[in-house]
């Protein structure tokens, strides 16, 4: 991984924030600072439960070869971590034998009602992921999910299609899976939602679908090494958190994740979530934006361009697809694209990266980051996942705000909870 900062940035710039890097990276390895006790992640890559790893590894076998269908049943955190790996790594297009479906993730009608019917009639089992277990949308679209099951297999072997990740001890979900006997695995308890994705609440979902799970734990595990570090020189991580700080603090309140491939559209969602949760509060953070280029340089590349300057780009650039395709020689040549017969798409994939750059740089002075990877496989995504939790803990604490609370997120849902007519609210 490379990581080339904005024009804006110098090395003097970056060692000014030497002593808060430093006094912040204590707090994180010692788990003193304001949220202490969601720190769990940053270790995670060594002091992972390796027995579960190995029922994760030998249950997601047999929903492989027993099933045509996972559905993964959660929100947020307990959702799109899983999401954005499984459609960064297998594509868009996947047609990997096992198809994973994800629902719980809303209240839509229409998307449920979908889901329901293409279920019908078809061999399916449901990982239900969730801390609390009272997550609504989750719970609505399990209570649908496990009676459409039960209905086609019977409560039996329902039991034993019905994978559930959740709390330790408690909640109603880890309440349902001792009286029910589902196969359970843990989110730990010092482990929030956004921070989850190398827990079983990622990782069952993904080795399911086949994904080299050890892969991404490994690549996870070189990032903590690498980034535990208090040397801006060469800590990329902390040299991209310091970078965020410094932008917000100069004008640039909004930061735009740009990919070039519309698989990494979910690593943005993940990012959003990521970044959007743990740093907006007392009225302070970037807001997190995304755009999927070159799609979008036919919409929004306008507003980059030329628009309010209020943004700052972070390109995620992968530099060798895992697939590629050669433009053909049309006799006719009508498109007039024979100047490019033979080319592969990552050619001009790439070239349409470097313009862009070009343009947003110098004639937009949109100041952009890039970050370079040569290739875009599980290792690689373990420590990227790895590389963004830190750098968000510690753009965090940059801004003295608690990375991993939400308060923010449960006004909505006591007003909710009263309209719907829930006791209590
Ligand atoms: O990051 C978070 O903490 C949230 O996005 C949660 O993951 C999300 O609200 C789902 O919560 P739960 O896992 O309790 O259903």
């Known amino acids: 991984?490379?990581?080339?900062?904005?024009?804006?940035?110098?090395?003097?710039?970056?060692?000014?924030?030497q002593k808060d890097v430093e006094r912040i990276n204590k707090m994180i390895n010692e788990k003193s600072g304001p949220g202490n006790d969601y720190l769990g992640w940053a270790d995670w890559p060594i002091n992972y439960d390796k027995e579960?790893?190995?029922?994760?590894?030998?249950?997601?076998?047999?929903?492989?070869?027993?099933?045509?269908?996972?559905?993964?049943?959660?929100?947020?955190?307990?959702?799109?971590?899983?999401?954005?790996?499984?459609?960064?790594?297998?594509?868009?297009?996947?047609?990997?034998?096992?198809e994973v479906?994800?629902?719980?993730?809303?209240?839509?009608?229409?998307?449920?009602?979908?889901?329901?019917?293409?279920?019908?009639?078809?061999?399916?089992a449901i990982n239900v992921i969730s801390k609390s277990g009272t997550t609504t949308e989750t719970s609505i679209s399990f209570r649908l999910l496990k009676e459409l099951l039960e209905k086609q297999v019977g409560k039996e072997k329902a039991r034993k299609a019905i994978y559930a990740t959740t709390d330790k001890e408690k909640g109603a979900l880890k309440t349902l899976c001792n009286q029910e006997g589902y196969?359970?695995?843990?989110?730990?308890?010092?482990?929030?939602?956004?921070?989850?994705?190398?827990?079983?609440?990622?990782?069952?979902?993904?080795?399911?679908?086949?994904?080299?799970?050890?892969?991404?734990?490994?690549?996870?595990?070189?990032?903590?090494?690498?980034?535990?570090?208090?040397?801006?020189?060469?800590?990329?991580?902390?040299?991209?958190?310091?970078?965020?700080?410094?932008?917000?603090?100069?004008?640039?309140?909004?930061?735009?994740?740009?990919?070039?491939?519309?698989?990494?559209?979910?690593?943005s969602e993940w990012l959003k979530q990521l970044f959007g949760e743990s740093e907006g509060k007392e009225k302070k953070g970037l807001f997190p934006a995304s755009a999927t280029f070159s799609t979008d340089l036919h919409s929004l590349g306008q507003f980059i361009q030329d628009g309010t300057p209020l943004l700052f780009e972070t390109i995620i650039n992968v530099i060798n697809p895992k697939q590629d395709i050669k433009i053909p020689h049309d006799d006719e040549d009508l498109d007039g694209l024979?100047?490019?017969?033979?080319?592969?798409?990552?050619?001009?994939?790439?070239?349409?990266?470097?313009?862009?750059?070009?343009?947003?740089v110098e004639d937009g002075k949109v100041p952009c980051n890039v970050i370079y990877l040569d290739k875009l496989d599980e290792k690689t995504l373990g420590h990227l996942f790895y590389f963004f939790m830190r750098a968000c803990a510690m753009s965090a604490y940059l801004l003295d705000i608690n990375p991993f609370n939400q308060p923010?997120?449960?006004?909505?849902?006591?007003?909710?909870?009263?309209?719907?007519?829930?006791?209590?609210?």
């Open 408 to 425: 923010g997120v449960e006004i909505y849902k006591k007003n909710m909870f009263r309209l719907l007519g829930k006791k209590g609210y």
């Open 101 to 124: 479906i994800f629902m719980g993730q809303t209240f839509s009608p229409n998307y449920v009602a979908q889901v329901m019917n293409y279920l019908k009639d078809k061999k399916f």
């Open 183 to 267: 196969s359970t695995y843990v989110l730990p308890s010092d482990i929030g939602g956004r921070y989850s994705v190398l827990t079983a609440v990622g990782l069952f979902p993904l080795a399911a679908a086949g994904v080299d799970i050890q892969a991404m734990l490994d690549g996870a595990k070189e990032a903590r090494e690498a980034y535990n570090s208090t040397d801006l020189k060469t800590n990329l991580c902390y040299r991209y958190a310091v970078t965020r700080d410094y932008m917000l603090r100069h004008g640039k309140p909004v930061e735009m994740y740009v990919t070039y491939e519309p698989q990494m559209s979910q690593i």
């Open 52 to 98: 579960e790893l190995e029922r994760i590894k030998k249950d997601a076998k047999y929903v492989r070869d027993n099933f045509d269908i996972l559905v993964v049943c959660g929100i947020g955190g307990s959702y799109l971590g899983a999401r954005a790996a499984l459609e960064a790594l297998n594509g868009l297009k996947s047609d990997d034998k096992l």
């Open 338 to 360: 024979n100047y490019l017969e033979g080319k592969d798409l990552a050619f001009v994939n790439q070239k349409a990266f470097e313009g862009t750059l070009k343009a947003h």
């Open 1 to 17: 991984m490379k990581l080339q900062l904005n024009n804006q940035m110098n090395e003097e710039i970056i060692s000014s924030y």
